[in-house]
DNA sequence: CGCGCGATTGAGCACTATCAAGAGCAGTGG
DNA sequence: CCACTGCTCTTGATAGTGCTCAATCGCGCG
């Protein structure tokens, strides 16, 4: 049971590491967190915004997302998590919920008392070093993505989401994704990009008929990531703590 | 000498204190840091994306901004800082430049080598947690800004924008100021949320029409502060570890 | 087989961008 | 003291990207 939970926490161990170079006690300590570990439904929310922010959660497997309602009603999906990434770190160390989290497919979640994460980070600087640079690293990301929906078109922004996925998917997945899979509805890519459902379907489309990518239900493939690229103005240097590129990984190959 | 690098250090002092309570030997940690003091012009450049971040900063007197330059050549503006505000944190303790810093008014900037940072979180926990917490909430205005640009018309952005100036300046100016000053040309403000300067002049017209606002030179007046948090969707809460609401103070005097 | 959500399509409109030119103002130099 | 220069703000006209409303289609699921 025990050696399973570890199993389970290593992407977690892993990211950190990359980091920050963590010592022997620095892993245990974390692997001996009392993690639990939940299953949970597509579309159940892990958090809401407003909410005291008492636990900390990291996702051990599914995709999840993190949103804002606007006053007419409107929803921003402001990031979107992968297996391995934390999803509430920012308001665990907070102390307070800035936005709702919420499952994009099924998956499981490995939960911790926030107050666990606190006592850990004071014991041990080298991990306290790494849970901060976690958090600069979704802060970059949010940078980049002001920078997305603020200065480009639609259909830029849409590649850019795309490749953003695939490097931070070739992270997460073992082995490489022969295809990449995006388990967003097109509803879900219109509030993370600030379109309208209507008008990320036309944009889709067009990028389908220029053969940059191809779409089967939720899952698309790109056919030609160097053009993807382009046309998204994307370059992965606000991921940071990435292995030097991911490009070399082909991520066009068919199904 | 000393006392007058203390009475400058002061706000940032302040600030930390605001997230983890301190010791006296944290406080005196910080205050014996070497930063070296420097008056800058508007305009120059605190840092330029992709630098290595050798060094850390913080706004002793004047505004400045964050910002990333897309394909076409536009400029995003993705943050702006106050006095006592920190301004590449992120990147001191990401080890990489992950946007531009430029200031946007002359001022008054503390800089510091960025291995003292690491060093002085490594030994005192405390100050770690604070450092750390002031990036958070650096990350959450990021996210509240994603869904400003992406969520927002041209209207409710702008007096977002403006709701957010007002709160954090009353932070950082003492006293408070009878009137809001905004340093920001209306292309900086374009910018900022993502539209063009001739669409910003002609929302601020339209704001300056229906009795929200007056503007001379640079200057903002507020003179409808509710009716502006309404118009822009304005809830202060992401601006998190703020004194329960700012709103006491009148921001709509006239000059 | 019917239900419901997500994808798709069409028509018309609105918000915002683009292009271009003029006005106000401050700093500079003759 | 007065052009000169450059920047920001302002205004007008026009175009276009992306939105709204509405209906249809496709498909997985009970």
Known sequence: MSSLSTEKLKPFLDKLEAHSSLNRADC??????????????????????GDPAATFCGMVSGFSYRYKIVAGGGRQIVSVQVPGDFLDLQSAALGMTVYSVQMMT??????????????????????????????????????????????????????????????RLQQCVSPPAPCFLLPMSQEQIADATGLTPVHVNRTLQSMRHSGLIRTQKRQVIIDDWNQLMRVGDFDPAYLVALPPVGLAIPLHQSV
Chains 1, 2 share one sequence.
């Open 28 to 49: 245990a300590a974390f692997e001996q967190l009392p993690f639990s570990f939940e299953r949970v439904a597509a579309g159940s929310h892990i958090a809401r915004e």
């Open 106 to 167: 099924p998956g499981e979640v490995a939960t911790l008392p926030a107050a666990c994460l606190e006592r850990l980070a004071d014991r041990h600087p080298d991990l306290h070093r790494a849970l901060w640079r976690e958090t600069l690293v979704d802060a970059s990301i949010f940078a980049e993505w002001v920078t997305n929906i603020g200065r480009r078109d639609a259909r830029s922004r849409i590649a850019h989401l795309l490749c953003e996925f695939a490097v």
